[in-house]
């Protein structure tokens, strides 16, 4: 037995194939605390999503305006014909029906003035902004004809403007429109449509003011997060958006123009121009609004990569760096035909995790770049020390560090791309692979087995 034993120990040194596979089985073992990594980057992304989900709401959430419109009240007729049983005869009852019609502008002019800051909780921030709008624009002559409205069966003294924002809790001013030189104070008012509605006062002699075209302004002071939206409800929609953020991501149906855009570190300007053909809705609605959410345009602002993203990302490539450490290691055991035993293997893949641990913990202090270099450098220095008391000299232990080095230079590349991050990556692990068949091209494989 003991014969059996001593056996089977010396063909677990000196075998190259059960070197592979203890190595193999170890890099297998090690994904376990890989997982755990990767479960705590996502735990912790969660709970800065939840942190800024709590810094928006206080401050206010996403904007989205869709205004002004005139809302106009108008009777219609329903009449019956029913017998009476008492008279034998046939009496006509006529039924009138309330309902409204929704007048979209003509033209819409909106000028957006966007200042944005960092607003922080304890290791977490959120980009918060405060939007001073402009919005000035003409309503056409009233003419509801399509749908066979007569002027006498409109309520002309019940007419009012509405305007709906996403973001009723953001607006920091009061608010009023001028319509045609009458000043309309503006107020919340419950509706079960898909964006909150202010209302304005009913609109006096609108029925003389209706025979013409009407122009409008009124400006608007809101508090938001994260996105900044319009409706192109004019005829003619004019949106040029200004502020001192320096990464946006404009959105939407509709781009802004080239001639009209530009970005810096000091922040950035836009415009759109989107006309009624560019948009499948008509000008007047009845009955009810539709939702026009789909046709909102504007720009995201906020911060673009945060450091848990790009946390995740890197521990993608975690199988990648131990695999090819551990070969690292076994080619220099099978190289030199010093013998490395797999409690040393496990040593060396639990510090190639502790990487990923140390790239969380000091990235939520410090850049990630700063947070790379330190992990890196920390891991790059444990594992060269603790080599140079395996091989009993540093020129292995150099060979290791450059390797190393190099592999966490690559990865750092390759999640810094993003249009090029596969051509990279292929290219890497196709030199490495290069690398890896040229130093073993003189390897009796067959050997000891």
Do not use: C
């Not at 705590?40 to 996403?62: P, T």
């Not at 305006?65 to 014909?81: V, W």
């Not at 959120?126 to 003409?138: C, F, H, K, L």
């Not at 040393?344 to 990923?356: H, N, P, R």
Request: charged fraction near 20%; aromatic fraction near 12%; avoid cysteine.
């Amino acid at each position: 037995m003991e014969h059996k034993n001593g056996k089977f120990s010396t063909w677990l040194k000196t075998s190259i194939t059960a070197r592979m596979l203890v190595v193999g089985m170890l890099i297998l073992v090690l994904l376990i605390p890989l997982q755990f990594v990767k479960n705590l980057i996502y735990e912790r992304g969660a709970r800065q999503s939840e942190v800024i989900h709590e810094i928006n709401e206080k401050w206010g959430n996403d904007v989205i305006l869709s205004g002004p419109i005139l809302k106009i009240p108008y009777k219609t007729f329903k009449t019956t014909r029913l017998f009476n049983e008492a008279t034998k005869k046939y009496e006509t009852n006529t039924e009138t029906i309330i309902k409204t019609a929704f007048v979209f502008p003509d033209t819409l002019d909106i000028k957006a003035d966007v200042k944005t800051k960092e607003s922080n909780r304890s290791i977490y921030k959120s980009v918060v902004y405060t939007a001073d709008m402009a919005v000035s624009g003409t309503f056409p002559k009233i003419d509801l004809s399509e749908q066979d409205v007569k002027p006498e069966n409109i309520i002309w003294e019940k007419v009012s403007v509405v305007i709906q924002t996403s973001n009723i809790k953001g607006i920091k001013s009061s608010m009023a429109v001028n319509l045609d030189g009458t000043s309309l104070p503006l107020n919340p008012k419950f509706t079960k449509d898909y964006l909150n509605t202010i209302q304005s006062v009913v609109i006096p002699d609108f029925d003389t003011m209706a025979k013409k075209e009407m122009p409008f302004t009124f400006s608007a002071k809101i508090n938001g997060s994260e996105r900044l939206q319009f409706i192109p409800i004019g005829k003619e929609t004019k949106v040029a958006m200004s502020s001192n953020w320096h990464s946006p991501s404009f959105n939407g149906n509709y781009s802004p123009m080239d001639e009209g855009k530009s970005i810096s570190a000091q922040g950035f300007n836009a415009q759109w121009e989107v006309y009624q053909i560019n948009r499948q809705f008509e000008q007047v609605f009845f009955h009810a609004l539709p939702d026009l959410t789909n046709f909102a345009f504007g720009a995201d602002l906020i911060i673009p990569v945060n450091e848990y993203q790009k946390s995740e990302r890197t521990a993608k490539y975690g199988f990648l760096v131990i695999g090819l450490t551990l070969l690292v290691f076994l080619m220099i055991q099978i190289g030199s035909k010093m013998y490395i035993h797999p409690f040393q293997y496990v040593m060396i893949g639990l510090a190639l995790v502790m990487f990923y641990t140390l790239l969380i913990s000091i990235s939520e202090h410090s850049s990630f770049l700063k947070a790379y270099i330190t992990a890196a450098s920390a891991v790059l220095l444990l594992i060269t020390v603790y080599s140079r008391f395996m091989f009993k000299g540093w020129k292995l232990p150099a060979l290791i560090a450059f390797s190393l080095a190099s592999l966490y230079g690559f990865i750092y590349v390759i999640i810094q791309l993003e249009n090029y991050a596969l051509l990279a990556g292929s290219i890497g692990l196709f030199i490495i692979l290069a690398i890896v068949m040229f130093a073993s091209r003189k390897i009796d494989w067959g050997g000891n087995e």
